[in-house]
């Protein structure tokens, strides 16, 4: 299951108009409701008509999905749901709550938008990408190799791999399929003597693909990969099944579909909230961590030329949204190894900028000017590592009340990047450092403060983040990196929001949690913040410290300094 997904499976976007990347449409036969977070409160209310429900989750007044469906229902209802696009925990959950009031959860076999979506795209299936040890630190068949001493510790026969970040992570190969995201579509099973790629097309004809996956060298049998059609997936799991004796497990994430889930007999399913994938690529090795450090550089110099080019620019008038966000595309693509964005830029100036994920279009555009806070959200990524960095700077005069809430979220910001914490540590419980400023004001933002980012992959991956949602809650590690981003938002005024991607590192400390052991962040963000939204007096001496010494890069009129 992705968060981000290709043309051919955005049918939300379809049926309703609602483009964000969260968000889960019900369709009764005389209702229709829309559930999303609050980054995308503003924009669904502007996206989906009247026809439409919006149901803003996290709300106290929100009912939950299967709330809603209970209230809404006739007496003993069927709920039809594309198996291959719900996740196994969230039918589990859905169906309790439906049995309990005397409905049923019912898997199609047919998708109902499918069927009425006369000229949907295509699934994509474009050449792929090799990325040798100089950028992934470790090869193909090490991380076979280790994946299978963890199925040992586990006692599981076989693992399926779903995730498309982590099919590409264990195989170090990189695609096309998804937009800004370097994945192709594939599925894996990987045997305690098999490996099975599911991939569709001729991808694996060409020869560079073919000489890194070892496909025509004599090989070790446990090493040999069996190429097989990415349509086939069901099947080949449900034979696999057949042959296990009635104690052995086929391991798989509880995010899986419900359809691969249920490919296998509950009696065999060995099932986790993450695969052993998920952690090991969350936590970087030396090649990727310095791959990570050089894409920031990159990504610095290219950021700091668009700031140059802003300064002298806007002031003619003739910048808009649209144009500083290919501006920005335009100086990160003349980077070494640039490969594309990281996802779609967020550039908005004025009330735009409280759409916390807008992104700019010919009726939304507007022009930046002095007279308005300019918020870029943007990324890249490199063959070397993936980038996300929020600035956000006034090309006039900021007022103080906007200096004020500017100032809060960098206290925010800088409390994370300057925490030190035990190791052990669950992400959802630095949340509250980046809002303390903010919360002592009464203020607010309605997103998490951070996410895992991958090296030249998702610029969202799990299972690490800062959020006030306890779901960030595999522990953070040396080695994983997140972003910190707080914020804050006025409808129809502006938006603020600082975001660097940070590094967990060890921390030196006096008694060192009793030998559990400190850890803290590394800032990767090399890009400067403006000093002229800053309130100094709101400030204490170690937040200036921070500051001035390095810890947040600043800039006060342009970044002249900082690019040579």
Not at 153 to 169: I, N
Not at 189 to 212: K, N, Q, W
Not at 275 to 297: D, F, L, Q, S
Request: charged share 25%; hydrophobic share 40%; net charge negative.
């Amino acid at each position: 299951m992705s968060e981000y997904i290709a043309p051919c499976d955005c049918r939300r976007a379809f049926i309703s108009g609602f483009d964000g990347s969260a968000g889960t449409a019900i369709i009764t036969e005389q209702k229709a409701a829309m559930w999303t977070d609050g980054r995308y409160f503003l924009q669904a209310a502007q996206q989906i008509d009247s026809n439409w429900t919006l149901m803003k989750m996290g709300l106290k007044d929100t009912p939950t999905q299967e709330d809603w469906l209970v209230s809404v229902l006739p007496e003993g209802s069927k709920v039809g749901v594309d198996p291959f696009i719900i996740p196994a925990d969230q039918w589990k959950r859905i169906s309790k709550a439906l049995k309990s009031a005397g409905h049923v959860l019912v898997p199609v076999k047919e998708n109902l938008i499918d069927a009425i979506w006369m000229d949907r795209p295509q699934r994509p299936c474009k050449p792929l990408m090799t990325l040798d040890l100089s950028y992934t630190g470790i090869g193909w068949k090490e991380k076979i190799a280790a994946l299978r001493a963890k199925m040992v510790e586990r006692k599981v026969l076989w693992l399926v791999v779903t995730a498309l970040d982590e099919v590409s992570w264990l195989f170090n190969l990189r695609g096309s399929d998804v937009e800004y995201n370097p994945v192709f579509f594939a599925y894996a099973v990987i045997g305690t003597d098999t490996i099975r790629l599911f991939i569709s097309g001729d991808r694996m004809a060409d020869p560079s693909t073919r000489e890194h996956l070892l496909l025509d060298s004599s090989l070790e049998a446990e090493f040999k990969i069996q190429v097989v059609p990415y349509e086939s997936v069901l099947m080949e799991l449900q034979a696999i099944c057949v042959g296990l004796s009635p104690k052995e497990k086929v391991w798989l994430s509880d995010k899986a579909s419900y359809a691969l889930t249920e490919a296998i007999p509950k009696a065999h399913r060995y099932l986790t909230p993450c695969t052993p994938i998920c952690i090991a690529k969350a936590v970087k090795n030396a090649a990727e961590t310095e791959g990570m450090r050089r894409a920031h550089i990159k990504d610095a110099v290219a950021l700091c030329e668009l700031f140059n080019w802003l300064e002298k620019e806007v002031p003619k008038g003739s910048v808009t949204e649209i144009s500083a966000a290919d501006k920005a595309e335009e100086f990160r693509s003349q980077q070494n190894d640039f490969v594309d964005l990281s996802f779609a830029t967020i550039s908005s100036t004025g009330p735009n900028g409280a759409i916390i994920h807008y992104k700019p279009v010919p009726e939304t555009n507007r022009a930046l000017s002095g007279n308005e806070i300019y918020l870029l959200d943007s990324g890249a990524q490199y063959k070397d590592g993936t980038t996300d960095v929020t600035r956000t700077m006034h090309f006039g005069t900021p007022s103080a009340y906007e200096k004020e809430c500017f100032t809060y979220v960098l206290k925010g910001h800088i409390a994370v990047s300057a925490a030190i914490f035990p190791n052990g540590t669950k992400g959802h419980l630095l949340d509250s450092f980046a809002r303390s400023a903010l919360w002592d004001c009464g203020l607010d933002y309605l997103h998490g403060t951070g996410h895992g980012v991958g090296c030249f992959l998702n610029v969202h991956e799990g299972p690490c983040g800062i959020s006030y949602k306890t779901f960030a809650d595999e522990p953070l590690e040396a080695g994983m990196i997140v972003s910190d981003e707080p914020g804050y938002y006025e409808d129809e005024s502006f938006g603020i929001r600082i975001e660097n991607v940070v590094l967990v590192i060890p921390a030196k400390t006096k008694y060192n949690f009793s030998n559990r052991g400190s850890l803290t962040f590394e800032p990767l963000t090399l890009v400067p913040i403006q000093t002229k939204m800053i309130s100094v007096p709101l400030l204490t001496q170690k937040e200036v410290r921070e500051v001035v010494d390095g810890g947040e890069q600043t800039h006060s009129e342009g970044p002249k300094d900082l690019v040579s």
